[in-house]
């Protein structure tokens, strides 16, 4: 084909160059070098065009029109204002390449779609113009799209993600004959929160999927949540309360929640059909910039989800009703097969109904979402929740466990104080931030992680031998997950190092198995406290590899080396050892023919033998094997009769013969031959690999429990942490307690403080000043039960922590106006559910009860919650309150409330010097209009306080005069 624009004559090889210059609106790339065969000056673009980019476009679309016809002109239109709800332009062509396009957007409507169109990946209409506004893309004013080079996905990858989108990637599809591009794509991969590529996430937290199963006949609600490229799955039962999966939700902290139900596919503003697949319904914290979620609040109340479950903090999804529908036992069988393999599928099956339901949802949004790299998961393990201690939702938040309240970041959190950031593996971290999120019940295995701590903080030698080994110790989880993912390429550059990788982390585990009974063997801790040394030894006995995992490592080892960075060693296939000897064989034959070419060209032309030129002649590989000369040297073998001109670039000139024609084939045919039993080899070692999986995460866990246990050892020395006593017993004592976050940052000004709750005294009381310390003392106290059933030391010089079954916090004010919640109605909330659920094994603080509403009222609530603590939950409790005349109402309850004020002095300018020490008694004062003039409120306002204050004085003196003689009486009886 040839086209003339003017006097131009322009050919077939140059179409594609100006297209793929100009194609996305770029007409910079067209400045310098202009393509062989079209004269510079018709290309030359100013280096600062002073015209706006559409009419640069028009200024080369002459040029443009006699190229061959692009994917705007068969199947687009420009972008036209009156889009709908598919983002297809209303004015757009329906031809097949189009219409495909209109097809899968009907399909991903959340999701940007990214549709291959040869070496490019192109957006297009809505897609095109909400991404260009937040990724540094430039849209072609004249078609309207965006696009980037196929090769580039993974580095566009993680922009998208940061930005909050969602991908779905189509690609070609090519006829398996005669290997020609089919006009319809295939979706290949869809990229949401959830399923987010390995290399985009953050290794130290789990990434988790969550599947919420609609609710029961007997009310129970099933989860199961996975995190897709670790291969953990994990399967659950949440009563029918809301308020209990609110408090399941912030304790997995899922990045995206699947929920179905038969409303999904009703009348609702939510409608799905089976076509469209899972919707969007929230977007939790990282909006994504194509769905709009304004009342997912009002949308998931509608679908059954009250606001008390806090779903529409999160990314939610919703699946149609199908999707949580029962399986049939052979397509069970199979789906199930798929994910967890044959010998691991039996569990899945025998699990309780809702956990089963839970799990088919889980895998069928991954099936419509991997296609084709399907991941290999694990067996589902059961999490009891009466195994754990239960925090609930608020608690979580006001004793910022993971986030602060501030900022909701995990800086300053106990997360990060406890070192988790600070492990040595990324297995450790999510360890630590799984014992930290639901510490145990169990004393024996809490005492048990305790002994392995105690062991390590005695044997420091040994802990830093064990700390230097799992620094060397990669992720097992996310290596096998590689290695078993069902890669059609890639298998050398991927697969190949992580296997390599499981082998050396393998070693280094059979390495610290042996430091550690090194130690128990030869140190003077093992011989003083034996059962120190025999926690050691069973907290690391999965490190010994077993027969299987010696013979796994050592085929890796004779196949790959260490490292694999050589590709298969010798010796592993006499198949593939022959065709590298041919391969090798074939190399040296081209070498050969480029030593004799020399030679001949040398003894014909003086000027070549002259040549110091290293590169004057070579035989090297351009779409066939060929001779490459300098152009000074073409006619040389122009005028050789064996040799035709095959093309020619500015500086070299390359030919060929039948002889090299025929070494080329026979090399790709030895290089096809060579790849594919390469794979089937690779792939075999997979195999191998299923079949150990088992033992592989076992050393995994066992690995990252033992990373979690240094760390803590660590962490006490640098930290004067104790251990403490666990027992079954109703108390909590605790001498010389800190504030863990307070006591870090702050470890020279911090006063140590103590408390002791136990059957006797079972409700601590505090009245202080403001700023005086109550908050701290009440948060420090809790935070010294999660540590203790976690496993670890704690800050203090002594504590006996009694089992806590259920921890509850109220601490800190907030309203909820999207509910239309005052600040008093959501603490009367709170409240209520503790006064709900807590036991006489649970542990109670609360502060500053009763605030917020008129005196009489307040204290009235603070006097009425306190009766039903102490004699319907029988719990233990610490609260704090600023009502002084509390302790009068309260005078006949004796020693089971023990009354405790923390002090300040007034010093003559005004400013306040707290004491911060916890002490028996009651403080009368407040100081308030003191604390009111440090915080800088005008000298006027705090003046007239004072002066108020002081009139008002006598008031309240018969006020509580009043209470006193009030509590002569039976106060009035519990309801």
Same mark, same amino acid.
């Not at 591009?181 to 290949?188: H, K, N, S």
């Not at 029961?216 to 609600?221: A, F, L, Y």
């Not at 008129?854 to 600023?882: F, Q, Y």
């Given at each position: 084909m040839a086209c003339t624009v003017g006097r131009l004559r322009v050919g077939d090889g140059i179409g594609a160059r100006i297209r793929g210059s100009c194609r996305y609106g770029n007409t910079a790339s067209l400045r310098g070098r202009a393509p062989r065969g079209i004269p510079p000056r018709l290309l030359r673009v100013p280096e600062r065009p002073s015209m706006p980019s559409s009419l640069l476009w028009r200024w080369h679309e002459p040029l443009l029109t006699c190229l061959r016809p692009t994917f705007a002109t068969r199947a687009r239109a420009p972008p036209s204002s009156n889009t709908n709800t598919t983002g297809t332009a209303a004015t757009a062509p329906t031809t097949p390449g189009r219409a495909d396009y209109i097809r899968l957007k009907a399909q991903t409507l959340d999701h940007a779609l990214c549709y291959q169109r040869g070496k490019f990946f192109e957006l297009f209409d809505t897609d095109a113009s909400v991404v260009s506004r937040l990724l540094p893309m430039r849209r072609s004013e004249r078609t309207g799209m965006i696009g980037f080079p196929v090769h580039r996905l993974q580095n566009w990858m993680p922009q998208f993600i940061q930005a909050g989108?969602?991908?779905?990637?189509?690609?070609?599809?090519?006829?398996?004959?005669?290997?020609?591009?089919?006009?319809?794509?295939?979706?290949?991969?869809?990229?949401?929160?959830?399923?987010?590529?390995?290399?985009?996430?953050?290794?130290?937290?789990?990434?988790?999927?969550?599947?919420?199963?609609?609710?029961?006949?007997?009310?129970?609600?099933?989860?199961?949540?996975?995190?897709?490229?670790?291969?953990?799955?994990?399967?659950?039962?949440?009563?029918?309360?809301?308020?209990?999966?609110?408090?399941?939700?912030?304790?997995?902290?899922?990045?995206?929640?699947?929920?179905?139900?038969?409303?999904?596919?009703?009348?609702?503003e939510l409608a799905l059909s089976q076509d469209a697949g899972p919707r969007r319904i929230s977007n939790g914290p990282r909006r994504n910039p194509l769905v709009e979620a304004p009342n997912a609040r009002k949308q998931l109340e509608e679908l059954g989800w009250p606001a008390s479950s806090r779903l529409a903090e999160f990314c939610v999804v919703g699946l149609p009703s199908t999707w949580a529908s029962p399986l049939r036992d052979a397509a069970l069988h199979r789906l199930l097969d798929s994910f967890f393999g044959a010998t691991?599928?039996?569990?899945?099956?025998?699990?309780?109904?809702?956990?089963?339901?839970?799990?088919?949802?889980?895998?069928?949004?991954?099936? $419509?979402? &991997? /296609?084709?790299?399907?991941? #290999?998961?694990?067996?589902?393990?059961?999490?009891? +929740?009466? *195994?754990?201690?239960? @925090?609930?939702?608020?608690?979580?938040?006001?004793?910022?466990?993971?986030?602060?309240?501030?900022?909701?970041?995990?800086?300053?959190?106990?997360?990060?104080?406890?070192?988790?950031?600070?492990?040595?593996?990324?297995?450790?971290?999510?360890?630590?931030?799984?014992?930290?999120?639901?510490?145990?019940?169990?004393?024996?295995?809490?005492?048990?992680?305790?002994?392995?701590?105690?062991?390590?903080?005695?044997?420091?030698?040994?802990?830093?031998?064990?700390?230097?080994?799992?620094?060397?110790?990669?992720?097992?989880?996310? $290596?096998? &997950? /590689?290695?078993?993912?069902? #890669?059609?390429?890639?298998?050398?550059?991927?697969? +190949?190092? *992580?296997?390599?990788? @499981?082998?050396?982390?393998?070693?280094?585990?059979?390495?610290?198995?042996?430091?550690?009974?090194?130690?128990?063997?030869?140190?003077?801790?093992?011989a003083a406290e034996p059962h120190l040394a025999a926690a050691a030894l069973e907290a690391t006995a999965d490190l010994s590899m077993t027969e299987p995992l010696q013979a796994f490592a050592s085929d890796i080892m004779r196949c790959f080396g260490s490292h694999g960075a050589e590709g298969l060693l010798p010796g592993c296939s006499e198949e593939i050892d022959s065709l590298v000897a041919r391969q090798t064989k074939l190399h040296d034959v081209y070498s050969d023919i480029e030593v004799q070419l020399i030679k001949e060209l040398s003894q014909s032309d003086a000027a070549f033998s002259k040549s110091m030129s290293r590169q004057k002649l070579s035989v090297v590989e351009h779409d066939s094997r060929c001779v490459e000369v300098l152009k000074s040297f073409g006619r040389l073998l122009d005028a050789h009769p064996e040799y035709d001109r095959v093309s020619a670039t500015g500086s070299r000139h390359r030919f060929r013969n039948q002889e090299l024609d025929r070494l080329y084939a026979?090399?790709?045919?030895?290089?096809?031959?060579?790849?594919?039993?390469?794979?089937?080899?690779?792939?075999?070692?997979?195999?191998?690999?299923?079949?150990?999986?088992?033992?592989?995460?076992?050393?995994?866990?066992?690995?990252?429990?033992?990373?979690?246990?240094?760390?803590?050892?660590?962490?006490?020395?640098?930290?004067?942490?104790?251990?403490?006593?666990?027992?079954?017993?109703?108390?909590?004592?605790?001498?010389?307690?800190?504030?863990?976050?307070?006591?870090?940052?702050?470890?020279?000004?911090?006063?140590?403080?103590?408390?002791?709750?136990?059957?006797?005294?079972?409700?601590?009381?505090?009245?202080?000043?403001?700023?005086?310390?109550?908050?701290?003392?009440?948060?420090?106290?809790?935070?010294?039960?999660?540590?203790?059933?976690?496993?670890?030391?704690?800050?203090?010089?002594e504590a006996v922590i009694g089992i806590v079954d259920k921890l509850f916090s109220r601490i800190g004010s907030g309203d909820n106006i999207s509910e239309n919640q005052?600040?008093?109605?959501?603490?009367?909330?709170?409240?209520?559910?503790?006064?709900?659920?807590?036991?006489?094994?649970?542990?109670?603080?609360?502060?500053?009860?009763?605030?917020?509403?008129?005196?009489?009222?307040?204290?009235?609530?603070?006097?009425?919650?306190?009766?039903?603590?102490?004699?319907?939950?029988?719990?233990?409790?610490?609260?704090?309150?600023?009502?002084?005349?509390?302790p009068a109402l309260l005078h006949h309850e004796g020693d089971r409330i023990s009354w405790r004020k923390l002090g300040a002095m007034a010093n003559e300018d005004g400013s306040l010097l707290f004491s911060h020490r916890v002490v028996p008694g009651v403080v009368a004062e407040s100081f308030g209009v003191e604390i009111a003039r440090q915080a800088k409120v005008p000298p006027l306002v705090v003046r007239m306080a004072l002066d108020m204050k002081e009139k008002l004085a006598p008031s309240f003196g018969r006020f509580h005069d009043d209470i006193v003689n009030f509590v002569g009486e039976d106060p009035p009886q519990q309801a």
């Open positions: 989108f969602s991908m779905a990637i189509a690609t070609e599809v090519r006829n398996a004959t005669t290997q020609q591009v089919l006009p319809a794509r295939e979706l290949t991969q869809i990229v949401t929160p959830g399923t987010v590529p390995p290399d985009l996430r953050d290794w130290s937290s789990p990434n988790y999927l969550l599947a919420i199963a609609p609710e029961q006949q007997d009310g129970r609600v099933g989860l199961c949540w996975a995190d897709v490229n670790t291969g953990e799955v994990q399967c659950s039962t949440s009563a029918d309360s809301h308020d209990d999966l609110a408090d399941e939700l912030l304790r997995i902290d899922p990045a995206e929640v699947l929920i179905a139900g038969p409303m999904l596919n009703g009348d609702s691991e599928a039996a569990w899945a099956r025998s699990a309780p109904a809702e956990q089963q339901l839970a799990c088919l949802m889980l895998l069928r949004y991954l099936l $419509h979402t &991997q /296609r084709t790299s399907v991941p #290999r998961l694990s067996a589902p393990g059961s999490y009891l +929740v009466d *195994s754990h201690l239960l @925090i609930d939702a608020q608690t979580r938040q006001s004793l910022e466990i993971t986030k602060t309240m501030a900022h909701g970041m995990e800086k300053g959190s106990l997360l990060a104080i406890m070192g988790h950031r600070k492990t040595a593996t990324a297995a450790g971290s999510r360890e630590l931030r799984e014992r930290l999120t639901a510490p145990l019940r169990d004393t024996t295995a809490i005492s048990h992680r305790l002994d392995i701590v105690e062991f390590f903080t005695k044997s420091k030698p040994t802990a830093a031998r064990c700390w230097k080994l799992l620094q060397q110790c990669l992720d097992l989880n996310m $290596h096998c &997950q /590689r290695a078993a993912a069902d #890669r059609t390429d890639g298998l050398l550059t991927t697969i +190949v190092p *992580s296997l390599c990788a @499981i082998n050396r982390t393998l070693t280094t585990a059979a390495e610290l198995r042996n430091a550690v009974q090194v130690a128990c063997n030869d140190e003077p801790v093992a026979e090399e790709k045919h030895i290089m096809s031959q060579l790849a594919e039993l390469q794979a089937n080899f690779i792939r075999s070692l997979c195999l191998d690999l299923e079949e150990v999986r088992e033992d592989v995460n076992r050393v995994a866990r066992c690995l990252a429990g033992l990373d979690v246990a240094v760390v803590s050892a660590r962490l006490a020395a640098t930290h004067d942490l104790v251990r403490p006593t666990i027992t079954q017993e109703r108390v909590l004592s605790v001498k010389g307690g800190r504030h863990p976050l307070v006591y870090a940052a702050q470890p020279d000004a911090f006063v140590p403080n103590d408390c002791t709750l136990d059957n006797a005294s079972r409700m601590w009381v505090l009245t202080g000043p403001n700023m005086g310390g109550k908050s701290t003392f009440l948060r420090q106290n809790a935070l010294m039960v999660i540590l203790a059933q976690m496993g670890s030391f704690v800050p203090a010089d005052s600040t008093f109605y959501v603490e009367m909330a709170e409240t209520a559910t503790i006064l709900r659920q807590a036991t006489p094994q649970s542990l109670v603080v609360l502060d500053e009860i009763g605030r917020g509403t008129s005196p009489e009222d307040g204290l009235a609530l603070a006097w009425a919650i306190m009766k039903h603590l102490l004699e319907v939950n029988d719990c233990r409790n610490i609260s704090a309150t600023h009502f002084h005349a509390l």
